[in-house]
């Protein structure tokens, strides 16, 4: 039986005498998969999102990837959270090229055209010179995505990182975030408790109580709807069908939506 390419095995974490993640917690996740954690705000998605990145430790268990326990945070594993961060003594530019300062086997040519591809995808080139403050939020939160997708990470990690954009801006960046995860064979872990963009988005759908996180469903979605995703898929019987058997699995376990 082959090794999962990241694995939780016998997770259990509590904060002081909150218990946070359910004991022994196990879940693997394929290379290459897109795999949604969808679940009610507080539930523990995100905690078990940031042990993956090495922000925070398990109180017990280990998270493995391809074979090796997680440490700090490194180049691999590229996070975007959602309280996005930016800089702000650099230009919108410059903090789309800070997530590649890792990046060694990358040519300076090289960084430029990765950083001007990504500002151009999230709407952002016209404004490669101007200063955080001197932009939107909504427009921060896409300097963030920027940066996070021209870092190349072999792993992204994303809590909600559409959260803050326009109905029309989300959609284009959910289904550009699909192409570039198949194309460049990434293994992606987002969070949400959005039902529909965790429907559209995911290879695999994550379900979880509310807390402490316990796995309340884990459902193949490309096995049901394929691995194309475009968004007429939205208006699709597949697509409500889905959509409504994880709603009613939400209800069941009193993980609904808070």
Same mark, same amino acid.
């Given at each position: 039986?082959?090794?999962?390419?990241?694995?939780?095995?016998?997770?259990?974490?509590?904060?002081?005498?909150? /218990?946070?993640?359910?004991?022994?917690?196990?879940?693997?996740?394929?290379?290459? +998969?897109?795999?949604?954690?969808?679940?009610?705000?507080?539930?523990?998605?995100?905690?078990?999102?940031?042990?993956?990145?090495?922000?925070?430790?398990?109180?017990?268990?280990?998270?493995?990837? @391809?074979?090796?326990?997680?440490?700090?945070?490194?180049?691999?594993?590229?996070?975007?959270?959602?309280?996005?961060?930016?800089?702000?003594?650099?230009?919108?530019?410059?903090?789309?090229?800070?997530?590649?300062?890792?990046?060694? +086997?990358?040519? /300076?040519?090289?960084?430029?055209?990765?950083?001007?591809?990504?500002?151009?995808?999230?709407?952002?080139?016209?404004?490669?010179?101007?200063?955080?403050?001197?932009?939107?939020?909504?427009?921060?939160?896409?300097?963030?995505?920027?940066?996070?997708?021209?870092?190349?990470?072999?792993?992204?990690?994303?809590?909600?990182?559409?959260?803050?954009?326009?109905?029309?801006?989300?959609?284009?960046?959910?289904?550009?975030?699909?192409?570039? @995860?198949?194309?460049?064979?990434?293994?992606?872990?987002?969070?949400?408790? +959005?039902?529909?963009?965790?429907?559209?988005?995911?290879?695999?759908?994550?379900?979880?109580?509310?807390?402490?996180?316990?796995?309340?469903?884990?459902?193949?979605?490309?096995?049901?709807?394929?691995?194309?995703?475009? $968004?007429?898929?939205?208006?699709?019987?597949?697509?409500?069908?889905?959509?409504?058997?994880? $709603?009613?699995?939400?209800?069941?376990?009193?993980?609904?939506?808070?």
């Amino acid at each position: 039986m082959n090794t999962p390419y990241l694995t939780f095995d016998r997770i259990t974490k509590t904060f002081g005498d909150i /218990e946070v993640v359910a004991p022994h917690f196990d879940l693997g996740i394929e290379k290459n +998969d897109f795999v949604v954690f969808l679940g009610p705000s507080g539930c523990g998605k995100t905690t078990l999102m940031r042990m993956i990145g090495g922000l925070d430790t398990p109180s017990g268990g280990e998270i493995r990837l @391809q074979g090796v326990p997680v440490g700090p945070p490194d180049w691999r594993r590229g996070m975007m959270f959602q309280s996005y961060s930016s800089f702000p003594w650099l230009t919108v530019a410059q903090n789309v090229e800070f997530g590649m300062r890792y990046r060694h +086997d990358l040519t /300076e040519e090289e960084k430029l055209a990765r950083r001007d591809h990504y500002l151009d995808l999230v709407g952002l080139y016209e404004f490669s010179g101007a200063y955080p403050n001197r932009v939107s939020g909504g427009m921060r939160q896409r300097v963030a995505i920027a940066r996070t997708l021209a870092s190349g990470s072999d792993v992204l990690l994303m809590d909600e990182p559409f959260g803050a954009l326009d109905a029309q801006r989300r959609e284009t960046l959910q289904v550009e975030l699909r192409n570039i @995860q198949k194309r460049d064979a990434k293994t992606v872990v987002f969070v949400t408790h +959005d039902v529909e963009e965790a429907v559209f988005l995911a290879d695999r759908v994550i379900v979880f109580s509310k807390r402490p996180a316990r796995v309340v469903a884990d459902i193949d979605i490309t096995a049901r709807l394929g691995a194309d995703r475009h $968004l007429d898929l939205r208006d699709s019987v597949g697509f409500f069908e889905l959509r409504n058997e994880i $709603l009613r699995l939400l209800r069941k376990s009193g993980a609904g939506h808070e």
